[in-house]
């Protein structure tokens, strides 16, 4: 598949990786649809993507609501006449542990705190797969959906809802894979470590560095690292169903 030209709807393109792989991918001559929750990052994200060389505007939309979700891609398909591809980026972290004692009390991680994860990082990837796979067969057009998974997807302490969103994602672009193939659609994960971006600058310095030392290559990735990964699953038209681990060696 060539990117340019492509129509790329990248959601949480508003900062960090999304926006990241939105100017890559534009630097390449993708048309790129940005989708998020604050008017004003994505003001700056279309502008960095138009900078970039690429197309780009922006839509409004949590990808956790399915009513949001069926009209963004719909608004996508008419304001570009195609879709192409779509990254499903957005996500959440709400960490804490399962059950925590102390003093002789307990505390749980409470439902709320477990939903919103699932709602954001698991059915959002659910809701925006199934409405564009959707419109790409209806429109007759074929590409590639990249679902961002995590190193986490392992299991990892605190974080029980992310954890399993992130392995959710990971089968989830399996069944994916062998469902849409047929259409000409692949689907590929990604399951970045650690990487630069405002989800890790909130770790205190000390957790920060015990991590890093705890790398193979002894730093953190940045957000290039994983926007280039991103451009080559879109032209190796022989990759699907399978998730790039981007991880400076981490789980070796
Ligand atoms: P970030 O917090 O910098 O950016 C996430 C973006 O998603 C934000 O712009 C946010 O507004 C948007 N978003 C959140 N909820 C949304 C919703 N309901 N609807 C629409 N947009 C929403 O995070 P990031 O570091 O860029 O992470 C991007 C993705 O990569 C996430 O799925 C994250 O889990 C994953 N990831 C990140 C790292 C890392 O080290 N940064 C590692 C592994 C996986």
Redesign the pocket.
């Known amino acids: 598949m060539q990117l340019k030209d492509s129509v790329i709807i990248v959601?949480?393109?508003?900062?960090?990786?999304?926006?990241?792989m939105a100017e890559y991918l534009a630097g390449r001559g993708a048309r790129l649809a940005l989708?998020?929750?604050?008017q004003d990052?994505l003001d700056e994200a279309v502008d960095a993507c138009k900078k970039a060389g690429g197309d780009a505007r922006s839509y409004i939309?949590?990808?956790?609501?399915e009513a949001q979700v069926i009209d963004m891609v719909s608004q996508v398909a008419t304001d570009f006449g195609a879709i192409n591809g779509l990254i499903?980026?957005?996500?959440?972290?709400r960490d804490g542990l399962l059950i925590k004692s102390r003093d002789g009390e307990i505390q749980k991680m409470s439902l709320a705190q477990w939903q919103s994860v699932i709602?954001?990082?698991l059915t959002?990837v659910f809701l925006g797969t199934r409405e564009v796979a959707a419109k790409m067969v209806e429109l007759g057009s074929q590409g590639l959906i990249i679902n961002?998974?995590?190193?986490?997807r392992a299991g990892n302490m605190g974080q029980s809802n992310?954890s399993a969103a992130?392995a959710g994602v990971a089968a989830l672009t399996v069944t994916w894979a062998k469902e849409l193939a047929r259409y000409g659609i692949r689907v590929a994960g990604?399951?970045?470590?650690?990487?630069?971006?405002?989800?890790?600058a909130g770790m205190k310095p000390e957790a920060l560095e015990k991590m890093t030392s705890g790398i193979p290559l002894k730093r953190?990735?940045k957000?290039e690292e994983?926007a280039h990964s991103a451009a080559y699953l879109f032209e190796n038209d022989y990759y699907t169903g399978r998730i790039l681990e981007l991880d400076g060696g981490i789980r070796l």
């Open positions: 959601t949480g393109g508003g900062q960090g990786l999304g926006r990241s989708i998020d929750l604050n990052r939309c949590n990808v956790a609501d499903n980026n957005a996500g959440i972290l709602d954001v990082n959002g961002i998974s995590s190193i986490s992310y992130k990604i399951a970045p470590g650690f990487i630069e971006t405002d989800m890790t953190m990735g957000p994983i």
